[in-house]
């Protein structure tokens, strides 16, 4: 698994940079700015849907959030 993310970083940078210089040929380079931009508009959603870590739901002693969580990981637990 850690070879596999590391890999993807790794892949994730040069596929950027591909679509990055495509983006400069065709549009200019301003483009590249406004590309880099577009995920800020996708931090509200990504703060509504994606679930919190286990260490902060612990912390906050949200047991409910906890219980679902763990039941989901494995069934015998709960």
Same mark, same amino acid.
């Given at each position: 698994m850690t070879t596999v993310m590391f890999s993807?970083?790794?892949i994730g940078g040069i596929i950027a940079a591909v679509i990055g210089k495509q983006f400069i040929v065709e549009f200019g380079w301003k483009i590249?700015?406004? &590309?880099?931009?577009?995920p800020v508009i996708l @931090?509200?959603?990504i703060l509504k849907f994606m679930p919190e870590s286990l260490t902060?739901?612990?912390?906050r002693?949200?047991?409910? &959030?906890?219980?679902?969580?763990?039941?989901? @990981?494995d069934t015998r637990v709960v």
């Open positions: 993807g970083y790794a590249v700015f406004f &590309a880099a931009g577009v @931090i509200p959603f902060v739901l612990v912390r002693q949200d047991t409910q &959030a906890l219980r679902t969580i763990i039941a989901q @990981i």
